[in-house]
């Protein structure tokens, strides 16, 4: 497979040998900039590094620079239908946009493409498998579905390079996998531009998180995408925890420490299941932002049996001790004590691991 193309977009670089970019969609009302940029911050503390924002009117657009001036994440703007609202968007800052170029007319294409030269900023092509006019879509098989999608992509990109724009990334979305998975196996041999991956519109937090990730997880297999988004029906920070877990179990990028934990049994002596939820609630209240990165692995396991022996690839863990809990380190006891002091000796190990002096602490409740 051929290298891909790299686009710079603000101060992140997306694609060649760079890393999977992670990125995700505020959900507030874009003209709302407190509210919009009081999420994008927290997203930005999650570890995002791209997002995006809707454009769905005049003022949405004008909010950019504002919303821009106030938060570190390079913006895009997502248009539809309204090229008007593409070029505000473009003159307000906007570091990349993102249109579906079918619901664009040419002529209104050229405008955008003309602006977006201006400024020099990228615009990814999204082709969405829903938006396709091919008559009833889910009568059609992937193949054809995932063909068609690309030749959309390929003709839009020929009229984008006839006005000389190359600063283009494109996706292929739809929310089968198998469609999905083919349209970008079938676009990667023909063309070399990077790839913006995700499975849209795949559910709730649990059933979306499932399904994005085996989806995402055969392209990145494949070595299909630069940049993700899990697109899921819930707070967008889950879209950050769950892309970077994605990233972890794929080997890609280490961004939050791996929890290990044991699924509980008869022998479990400490209360392993609202353990991991406040160790889950800590970790993911730390401050991710930009390259921060804490690649370490904490175990809470049940015995002490099983436990530290099955657990000894992790940095350090606990589990329970008859009427004790124990702390291991590779899997070996360091220390045993009383229940009760399990917070102070915790605590005394997230210090060790470097774990509460590098990262400001956000108290909140995640899980
Ligand atoms: S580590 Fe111990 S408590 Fe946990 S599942 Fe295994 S045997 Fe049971």
Do not use: W
């Not at 790299?6 to 900039?33: A, L, P, W």
């Not at 020929?158 to 083919?182: P, W």
């Not at 023909?190 to 997880?217: A, V």
């Amino acid at each position: 497979m051929k290298k891909r193309k790299v686009v710079k977009v603000g101060n992140i670089v997306i694609g060649g040998n760079n890393q999977v970019v992670v990125q995700s969609m505020t959900n507030t009302t874009t003209k709302d900039i407190i509210k919009t940029v009081k999420q994008i911050k927290r997203l930005e503390r999650a570890g995002c590094e791209l997002i995006r924002c809707s454009v769905p009117d005049e003022e949405a657009a004008k909010a950019i620079s504002l919303i821009k001036s106030k938060v570190n994440l390079p913006i895009i703007a997502d248009i539809h239908f309204d090229h008007k609202l593409a070029i505000l968007s473009i003159k307000n800052g906007a570091d990349k946009i993102r249109i579906n170029p079918g619901n664009i007319r040419k002529e209104h294409l050229k405008e955008i493409i003309s602006n977006a030269i201006d400024k020099d900023i990228a615009i990814r092509i999204g082709i969405n498998a829903g938006s396709l006019n091919i008559g009833n879509i889910d009568k059609i098989n992937a193949l054809k579905k995932a063909s068609i999608m690309v030749e959309k992509a390929l003709e839009y990109i020929d009229y984008f390079e006839n006005n000389k724009f190359k600063k283009l990334i494109v996706s292929l979305k739809s929310s089968d996998i198998k469609t999905t998975l083919t349209a970008y196996k079938i676009f990667s041999k023909k063309s070399t531009y990077p790839l913006h991956i995700g499975i849209t519109e795949s559910g709730s937090r649990f059933g979306g998180i499932i399904k994005s990730s085996i989806g995402i997880s055969a392209l990145l297999s494949a070595n299909l995408g630069d940049t993700i988004r899990v697109s899921i029906s819930d707070d967008p920070i889950f879209e950050i925890f769950a892309a970077y877990n994605i990233l972890k179990c794929l080997n890609i990028r280490k961004k939050y420490p791996e929890i290990i934990s044991c699924p509980t049994c008869a022998r479990t002596t400490i209360d392993v299941i609202n353990l991991v939820k406040k160790i889950e609630n800590f970790i993911y209240s730390l401050d991710f932002s930009g390259d921060k990165t804490l690649p370490i692995k904490i175990a809470i396991m049940g015995c002490i049996v099983n436990g530290p022996g099955e657990a000894k690839e992790a940095d350090f863990g606990i589990c329970g001790t008859g009427n004790k809990i124990s702390i291991f380190e590779k899997g070996n006891i360091v220390e045993t004590f009383e229940k009760k002091e399990l917070e102070k000796k915790f605590y005394k190990y997230l210090k060790k691991y470097n774990i509460i002096s590098y990262h400001k602490i956000n108290k909140v409740t995640y899980f």
